[in-house]
């Protein structure tokens, strides 16, 4: 079993900034990559950014790229997602999860999720 818990949500002026924090317990992510998705009221839940395992590689949706930027220490357990130039369409809750199988960019190839943290940004 894998717990995830997301921290660091809250509200934010347009083009602010702020850092998403993702804690895993039980077993470990290390091997494993780590996505952020994030889910607005009456609106699925979509793809923001993939960690792979080693860190070495990133994924974005379109809409994050330039912005967001995903990173991981894996002796801490822990996965980051900082949020700069933040727009009112970022608001959402965000969530994080660890892949399991299949393409990063699908809610369906991840297994654990975490409970989400609301990020509000005002205009």
């Known amino acids: 079993q894998v717990q995830l818990v997301e921290s660091g949500g809250g509200l934010v002026q347009a083009g602010g900034s702020l850092r998403l924090s993702c804690a895993a317990s039980g077993r470990p992510v290390s091997s494993s990559a780590v996505g952020w998705f994030r889910q607005a009221p009456g609106k699925e839940r979509t793809f923001v950014a993939t960690?792979?395992?080693?860190?070495?590689?990133?994924y974005y949706a379109d809409s994050v790229k330039g912005r967001f930027a995903i990173s991981r220490d894996n002796a801490k357990n822990m996965v980051y997602l900082q949020m700069n130039s933040l727009k009112p369409e970022d608001t959402a809750v965000y969530y994080c999860?660890?892949?399991?199988?299949?393409?990063?960019?699908?809610?369906?190839?991840?297994?654990?999720w975490g409970q989400g943290t609301q990020v509000t940004v005002s205009s």
């Open positions: 960690i792979t395992w080693s860190g070495a590689s990133t």
């Open positions: 999860a660890r892949h399991y199988s299949g393409s990063y960019y699908y809610r369906e190839a991840y297994n654990y």
